[in-house]
């Protein structure tokens, strides 16, 4: 019989490979980045554009512009935009977020060269028909409407503002804003944010030769550079700590969140910062998770993140609790970050979450796209792949002693804005 | 095509392996062939608060997620109405970490009063994060019950109500383990940086001496054929209305389903689909419209949801979505058209490919259907259909008397 109460031998994670992504100019300059691995005959093509000139009066014009790009272009109407990519089995994804706009074509290899030319038109052509954008505001606005009755979506809006006030990260998205978008407005985002000069191209998948020269041929040439755009940049200062309540006095339960502004990516400190937030909140096993879910049982879930921003880094922590539970929470919460502040973390966890942290960062490297993801990750805040050899010494090395030091630098609790929507 | 080896241990437990030597990593998926639909009516989200329950430490580990997470793995598990399926992750230098944890909780649990007391608690804050606090959170406790009068479909897995979990007692919690959690009741699927021969061996030396339980009969009441349209109105807190149509579909090993699953394409898959292009982009009369399977073992549902835009009527929405439907039973599909929906399914499964997980938690569910290889076959099965299969299947799916609307409105 074997003897099911000693676990078997295990080994700690020592050889952690990136594939590399490998970069390339096209003729204009164009940086495009390369992973070329896997054996599905697919690729992933994602173009990335800076945000740029942040306006307060026309909040919404990257949004905007990003989401209506396959809405028509001087040739092709949206309906044949959209039925010719589909009809070759392919799916195009553009993607908004605070730095960046983005669009991604995922395809099957055998189709590039039918595909390829609509991306061109797409990023090259787009019309904004006025049309198609009074579809998009009124289908907005009534989504609006609907996620402002969830407790989480209200909580993050308030929570943002009050760390980043009216920049991007911050403006709370009102009915009026997308009133005010007018096409105009589109066609002279478009023209200033999607040109060489602030396209980033990353492929992966299977990326020969062949693929790059395609690229090439397609978005190598006659496409207009300009350098007439401000890139967007913000300094934001520490919060000094605040409660903001919403009441809901029917809610069951109470959308929580609290943190404040810390460092990014680009600071040394960075990857010791993620394994104290994995420590919290940042894993299943995580103190938040052990104490205010699996020993009290006052939620679904609780977590922190250590979030990195271009412009800012920032601290969260975040969760959905029963509505009677609430201030015991709060009261739960602020004993953890005061835990780790005044007692080192013991050796048993602190290994225990070292291995996880190894393991799960091999787990990440699953496939062409994630390594892709990685290498965004650093590039896109202007870091190389030192930054990952860093990382993982971190991750080794990194003391007890170090991380006490740490929580007392970043983690005041008064000093967090506590938002709370639902009931206290 | 998703390669793997097959294998059966004396004791019944099903053991299939995919080698997939790309990645340093390796998974164990177990599906346990028990899902909501198994419970007893009067005692409904308990296969899903069980699966809660089996990370509540096993009768000789403590934690079951502890020494996973030492040895840098990860896990999680889902319910279905079908199935309970669990999946850990992990480098596969430690891979019988998994087979140490899995095989153990598969033996026997803790069956600890703690544990029940507190996962009770965790399983109703889901209830109220996903289906109570939300607007329109409760739909599937409203239209499940309206599509299924006798089938146990009828109920979401998260439970009909609260008070069916509040009341789980720990003699129901070891009744359950014992008819459901065995090893003929199991399928295992192993995939990764991993050899046939070793998952052999180390699945022979943790599970082989588990007693295999009584294979479980399902015998659950069929469906009666609906003749008449059902139709429900609801009035809630909620800013919009907002409208849901559930029809009838054929099981999943059915080639009905297939055609079924190709009918919701072509109604809401991507932009350039009917609902889409209709009804929000041409006549504006909705703000978002989907079609959506259920994807079930036993006969499963197609659902239409949309929400009509501002000063557009209940009524003239629920029209015009009829219109859309009618097409597709009045007039062959073009062949273009349906050439692009099947284009589509055959680059989604090529990308499936490119994911460890997916392809293990499918050979379990194929699998369990009655061979993972009908996974491989998949693709087939959609190009097979033609247009006047299209037809059929839709008119013999969006016929008033096979729909149950209800009617989500505002009372504002």
Redesign the interface.
């Known amino acids: 019989m074997i003897n099911r109460t000693i676990a078997p031998e295990f080994k700690q994670i020592e050889e952690i490979s990136l594939i590399q992504a490998s970069p390339r100019l096209l003729d204009n300059g164009i940086k495009l980045y390369v992973v070329d691995a896997g054996e599905q005959e697919l690729v992933r093509i994602e173009f990335i554009f800076r945000n740029v000139n942040w306006d307060l009066l026309r909040p919404l014009q990257a949004y905007a512009t990003n989401a209506l790009l396959i809405e028509g272009t001087s040739r092709l109407s949206s309906f044949h935009i959209s039925d010719s990519i589909d009809s070759y089995g392919a799916f195009v994804q553009p993607e908004y977020s605070f730095d960046y706009s983005s669009f991604t074509l995922y395809t099957l290899s055998k189709h590039l060269d039918a595909v390829l030319p609509i991306i061109k038109e797409i990023l090259t052509d787009a019309v904004f028909p006025q049309e198609e954008l009074g579809t998009l505001i009124r289908n907005q606005k009534q989504k609006l409407l609907v996620s402002l009755e969830k407790n989480d979506v209200v909580t993050r809006r308030v929570f943002n503002h009050s760390l980043f006030g009216n920049s991007i990260y911050g403006h709370v998205v009102e009915a009026e804003d997308y009133d005010r978008i007018d096409r105009q407005q589109l066609l002279d985002y478009y023209k200033k944010a999607y040109q060489p000069n602030n396209c980033t191209v990353i492929a992966s998948g299977k990326v020969d030769d062949n693929t790059v020269s395609k690229i090439n041929t397609y978005f190598g040439s006659d496409w207009k550079a300009d350098d007439d755009f401000t890139v967007n940049s913000f300094h934001f200062a520490e919060t000094e700590g605040g409660i903001f309540y919403t009441e809901k006095p029917d809610s069951l339960q109470s959308a929580i969140r609290l943190g404040q502004i810390s460092v990014s990516r680009t600071h040394p400190d960075f990857p010791a910062l993620q394994f104290l937030n994995t420590v919290l909140g940042g894993y299943f096993g995580s103190r938040l998770m052990a104490n205010i879910r699996e020993e009290k049982g006052y939620t679904y879930g609780i977590g922190s993140a250590q979030v990195s921003l271009l412009n800012a880094g920032y601290f969260l922590i975040a969760s959905e609790v029963g509505a009677d539970v609430c201030s015991s929470t709060m009261t739960e919460i602020e004993k953890e970050i005061n835990l780790l502040r005044t007692e080192l973390i013991p050796n048993d966890e602190l290994e225990l979450v070292r291995n996880y942290m190894l393991g799960s960062f091999l787990g990440s490297l699953e496939n062409a796209f994630s390594h892709a993801e990685k290498f965004k990750s650093i590039f896109l805040s202007g870091l190389d792949y030192d930054y990952y050899t860093r990382y993982i010494q971190v991750i080794k090395k990194v003391s007890s002693e170090d991380l006490l030091n740490l929580a007392k630098r970043y983690w005041h609790f008064d000093r967090f804005n506590k938002v709370i929507t639902g009931k206290k | 095509m998703v390669k793997f080896d097959r294998f059966t241990l004396d004791n019944g437990l099903t053991v299939l392996v995919h080698e997939d030597p790309?990645?340093?990593?390796a998974v164990v998926n177990i599906l346990y062939d028990v899902g909501a639909r198994d419970e007893n009516p009067s005692q409904t989200g308990f296969a899903h608060l069980f699966e809660h329950l089996m990370f509540g430490g096993s009768?000789?580990?403590s934690s079951y997620?502890?020494?996973l997470?030492?040895?840098?793995?990860?896990?999680n598990a889902f319910t279905s109405n079908d199935i309970t399926n669990y999946y850990v992750?992990?480098?596969a230098?430690?891979l019988?970490?998994a087979?140490?944890l899995e095989?153990?909780r598969m033996?026997s649990l803790a069956f600890s009063d703690k544990s029940l007391?507190?996962?009770?608690?965790?399983?109703c804050?889901?209830f109220?994060?996903?289906y109570?606090?939300?607007?329109?959170g409760d739909v599937m406790l409203k239209l499940r019950p309206l599509a299924y009068a006798r089938h146990p479909y009828s109920w979401p897995t998260i439970g009909k109500e609260l008070s069916h979990i509040e009341d789980a007692k720990i003699e129901d919690v070891k009744g359950f383990f014992k008819k459901h959690y065995s090893p003929v009741n199991a399928i295992m699927v192993v995939g990764g940086a991993v050899k046939t021969s070793e998952v052999e061996r180390l699945a022979k030396?943790?599970f082989g001496?588990i007693p295999s339980g009584d294979k479980y009969n399902r015998d659950l009441p069929v469906e009666p054929i609906q003749v008449e349209p059902r139709r429900l109105v609801h009035y809630a807190?909620?800013?919009?209305d907002a409208i849901y149509i559930a029809f009838h579909v054929p099981a999943k090993n059915d080639q009905g389903y297939y055609e079924a699953d190709l009918i919701g394409d072509l109604l809401s898959?991507?932009?350039?689909?009917r609902l889409y292009?209709s009804l929000?982009?041409d006549r504006?009369l909705f703000?978002?419209i989907n079609a959506s399977l259920t994807g079930s073992s036993d006969p499963g549902l197609m659902i239409i949801d949309g929400?009509p835009?501002?000063g557009v009527s209940i009524d003239e929405a629920e029209a015009a979505i009829w219109d859309v439907l009618g097409q597709l039973s009045d007039e062959p599909v073009p062949e273009?058209e349906l050439?692009?929906?099947k284009?589509?399914?055959?680059?989604?499964m090529?990308?499936a490919?490119?994911?460890?997980l997916d392809k293990a938690m499918n050979l379990a569910y194929f699998e369990v259907l009655g061979d993972a290889d009908a996974l491989n076959k998949e693709t087939d099965r959609y190009l097979e259909v033609t247009a006047e299969d299209i037809q059929n299947r839709a008119q013999s799916i969006f016929r008033k008397e096979n729909s149950s609307t209800l009617l989500y409105l505002s009372n504002s």
């Open positions: 790309t990645t340093p990593m009768i000789n580990i997620d502890e020494p997470q030492r040895v840098g793995g990860e896990n992750t992990l480098p230098v430690n019988e970490t087979f140490w095989s153990d033996l007391e507190v996962q009770r608690n965790v399983v804050e889901e109220k994060q996903r109570l606090n939300q607007p329109y030396k943790w001496d807190d909620v800013p919009v898959r991507g932009n350039s689909s292009n929000i982009k504006k703000t978002d929400r835009s501002e273009a050439n692009k929906v284009n589509k399914i055959e680059s989604t090529v990308f490919e490119m994911s460890l």
